[in-house]
């Protein structure tokens, strides 16, 4: 069964202090891993898509590498604004239809 | 810059009423998702839209549930006689190709009382 498993559950930091969240996998036919930021009663907003282990994407404060196992979702010198829930879902693929699979999400705040 | 949008933003309805929750995609994208969340609980695939049928449906979709592509630009999931464990968010997206990238839709919360 494909599964994914988001580490920690929720995260509390200071603003600048640095840290970064963890998404396992085990999926059959990945096309796929992508990270998404979610406020509280909003839909996912899209962050990155990662294809292949050793892959690396960067936006503003925010870093997501890609290994067979896992991505990180590494957070450099955090603002207050980047309190969130973190989403990671992989695309996966069974009889040519595509979904994704969520994990838990973590819960990031960030104190100023 | 397009985004997919999602009407009614809340619905409260009664146990065993129909509703019709409207999404209206990206307008070049082709593939088209309704995905729900129970409050506190893990973003959860319901079912993918593909030239006009449906190509996967989860085990949660059951004959209570329809979608539909009336027109050109609007998607719609229909749940025939609301049960109290149907209350969630209710997120649509859209993706203009395989393998690319789904958008979400800001949600409507459905509240089954």
């Known amino acids: 069964e494909d599964q994914v498993t988001q580490s920690p559950e929720a995260l509390r930091l200071q603003e600048g202090e640095s840290s970064s969240l963890n998404c396992s996998y085990t999926v059959s036919g990945l096309r796929g891993l992508f990270w998404y930021r979610q406020d509280p009663g909003k839909g996912p907003e899209f962050l990155f898509t990662l294809y292949s282990a050793g892959e690396e994407k960067e936006k503003e404060r925010l870093k997501a590498t890609l290994t067979k196992k896992e991505s990180f979702l590494h957070i450099t010198a955090p603002k207050p604004e980047d309190s969130a829930t973190y989403l990671c879902a992989v695309q996966v693929e069974i009889q040519g239809a595509q979904k994704l699979v969520f994990g838990q999400g973590t819960r990031l705040t960030i104190n100023p | 810059e397009p985004e997919v949008t999602q009407t009614p933003s809340h619905q409260v309805t009664q146990m065993g009423q129909e509703v019709i929750l409207r999404c209206v995609p990206i307008s070049n994208h082709l593939y088209f998702y309704w995905y729900r969340q129970i409050l506190g609980q893990k973003v959860e695939f319901l079912v993918s839209?593909?030239?006009?049928?449906?190509?996967?449906k989860s085990e949660i979709f059951d004959d209570q549930f329809s979608v539909e592509r009336p027109d050109g630009s609007n998607f719609t999931l229909k749940i025939r006689s609301t049960k109290l464990e149907d209350s969630a968010m209710y997120f649509c997206?859209?993706?203009?190709?395989?393998?690319?990238?789904?958008?979400f839709g800001p949600g409507t919360r459905l509240l089954v009382l």
């Open positions: 997206a859209s993706r203009r190709d395989r393998g690319e990238t789904q958008y």
């Open positions: 839209f593909y030239n006009n049928e449906i190509s996967e």
